[in-house]
DNA sequence: GTAGTATGCTTAACAGCGTTAAGTGAATTC
DNA sequence: GAATTCACTTAACGCTGTTAAGCATACTAC
């Protein structure tokens, strides 16, 4: 008897179309942009079935970002898997903020945009989540050049935070602020992390 | 005759009492969060009879935040009288972020929340905003620095831009992001600055 | 002093939002 | 063939920012 696992099959496939609608709607116009009727009429199907997928509009934005945030995390390793320390730290950073440039309406929403008052503060960013990967990815990066002796400073944890602060600043600014008179984007990127390093160089 | 000019007080005292309970509002609870009727619940008045006196919500906290980024500018400028270059450099960077905390909500919306399509995109940081005004106090402390010699780099607005996008990402991320296990807050934010600046130094 | 107008505010409504309760028609089970 | 389950829809709730229209009061002019 089939006919289960077939309808199995069907749900899982709406779930996915949903899931990619919803993706391509938030990516181009912006989490807060789209409503759950707009979603449900680029599926043709009516908004409250999209209810019967997810439990609501944030969870759909969820569970594409975890899918996007696993993309930067894979790309991270990729890169910490280099020989030499400092080089693999600064390669690292550069990636995250150039994937935060490539994917600005994921990056907003994980990153940028509220938690204010809201239930789910904990949501993203939880150990476990992609973001948490990718952020552990960069600690693995600072604690190899620490252990190489390279930092004047030896918390891992504060050096890791500290860049993950300033990479984000970096980020965050220039998704936030396209329209402000910016010298050079590239140059102000590399000069953020080199300066950062730099100033952590005995 | 001056009945017109009371009256001309009255309704200047009112928009006052409308932006005095809308700040209030916005401060303590977030800008998404307050509703226009209950700003007008807050001041006694219908919701419609803010819109006499302010376009329309975004105008309420335009007003709010050009007032408050007025107070950290003149804050900046005291500063930035200082002597020795670095140290009010520090001092300033410093003082920007111990803004941003004290002021979250008015923060996040001047410098992290949506642009995303809206028109107003140029409402905040334009030639001669209070924020634009803000900026060019930390140039100014930078140009100090590099006309005496001080760093490697000699671009000034490229210094000026990597130093803000640095003290705005580490603002930023312990705002939006306060449950994190952040190590120290106020340790990182001063490797963030003291790296950033040892960076630049020959 | 009264008619006419301008002022300041309110009531009612529009179009949208996220979300839920109730209902419907077809497929599956017994 | 009847009963039940399943996938989905229709209608509605309570909220949002905002606008159009209306209604008193205060002021102006004859």
């Not at 990619?20 to 989490?31: H, I, P, S, T």
């Not at 945030?69 to 320390?85: M, Y």
């Not at 300066?195 to 005995?202: K, P, R, S, W």
Request: hydrophobic fraction near 35%.
């Amino acid at each position: 008897m089939g006919s289960k696992e077939r309808r199995e099959r069907q749900k899982e496939s709406l779930r996915q179309e949903i899931l990619d609608a919803a993706r391509d709607l938030f990516v181009n116009e912006g989490y807060e942009n789209v409503s759950m009727r707009r979603i449900a009429e680029k599926i043709e199907y009516s908004p409250t079935t999209i209810y019967l997928y997810f439990q609501d509009k944030s969870e759909l934005l969820f569970n594409i970002c975890e899918e996007t945030f696993a993309r930067l995390s894979s790309r991270l390793e990729e890169i910490t898997r280099g020989d030499e320390p400092i080089q693999c730290l600064k390669k690292g950073l550069n990636a995250y903020v150039e994937f935060g440039l490539q994917y600005p309406n994921h990056y907003r929403v994980t990153f940028i945009n509220h938690p204010t008052h809201g239930i789910d503060k904990e949501r993203y960013m939880h150990e476990g989540s992609m973001g948490m990967n990718a952020y552990s990815h960069l600690r693995l990066g600072v604690e190899r050049c620490v252990q190489a002796g390279l930092f004047r400073v030896t918390d891992i944890d504060l050096i890791s935070q500290s860049m993950w602060a300033a990479v984000h600043g970096v980020t965050a600014i220039l998704i936030t602020k396209p329209h402000f008179p910016w010298v050079d984007k590239e140059k102000m990127i590399s000069l953020v992390i080199d300066n950062i390093i730099e100033g952590l160089m005995a």
